[in-house]
């Protein structure tokens, strides 16, 4: 796509004939590069933004789980509600499904291998927790001793929102260390995650 090219997102077409993206390509010369498709040129533009990792951990009964989340934000001021959102896929939401609270962890800078460890290994075949200091939280939730900044929250809604859930936390416990530079995004995609999205 050319530089600062507007990118139309268009619904889905009812006709399958008809792919996305036809029919701007097929309006310019045959030599151009094709243009990305709506969902791709999506991704590129998200791409540009570099916020902040999350860790989110559960526990149900003796099972623990945690994952990297990069699909999280605060969502309310006052009351103040924080939206976790995990894919169906990982075990982290398997987990989540069945706790009345989550862990976020807000991820310091220099904690590269700690993020690779969550976001790249899946609780269903390793056992992070054997792999990485934490503790015994507010509720029995694991805490990650690298991680000193970091809230417990109950779980307000459960929100379909596609292929990830939204967990809607209204936070409880909040622990807040020394400030420090986050762990963002533009480090983290370069981690293969330990589950497709
Ligand atoms: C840059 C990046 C961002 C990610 N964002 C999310 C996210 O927002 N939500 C999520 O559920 N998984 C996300 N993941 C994927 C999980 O962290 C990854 O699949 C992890 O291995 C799942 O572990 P689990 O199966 O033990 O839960 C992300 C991974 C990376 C590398």
Not at 112 to 129: P, W, Y
Not at 145 to 152: A, G
Request: net charge negative; proline share 7%; aromatic share 8%.
């Amino acid at each position: 796509m050319r530089r600062g090219a507007v990118c139309e997102i268009a619904p889905m077409p009812t006709d399958p004939s008809r792919r996305s993206g036809e029919s701007r390509s097929s309006s310019q010369g045959a030599s151009e590069a094709p243009e990305p498709s709506e969902p791709e040129a999506f991704d590129r533009l998200l791409g540009i933004l570099d916020y902040p990792m999350f860790i989110v951990t559960a526990r149900d009964r003796e099972e623990r789980a945690g994952c990297l989340v990069g699909f999280a934000s605060q969502a309310s001021i006052r009351p103040a509600r924080f939206l976790a959102c995990l894919s169906e896929k990982n075990h982290t939401y398997r987990v989540a499904q069945r706790s009345r609270r989550l862990a976020v962890h807000l991820v310091p800078a220099r904690a590269e291998a700690l993020a690779e460890l969550f976001g790249g290994q899946t609780g269903d075949r390793v056992d992070k927790f054997a792999a990485c200091a934490w503790h015994d939280g507010p509720h029995g939730l694991p805490i990650l001793d690298e991680c000193e900044n970091w809230f417990v929250g109950t779980v307000a809604e459960r929100l379909p929102l596609g292929d990830h859930v939204g967990f809607l936390l209204e936070p409880d416990h909040v622990h807040h260390g020394t400030a420090e530079g986050q762990f963002t995004f533009h480090r983290a995609r370069r981690i293969d995650a330990g589950h497709e999205a």
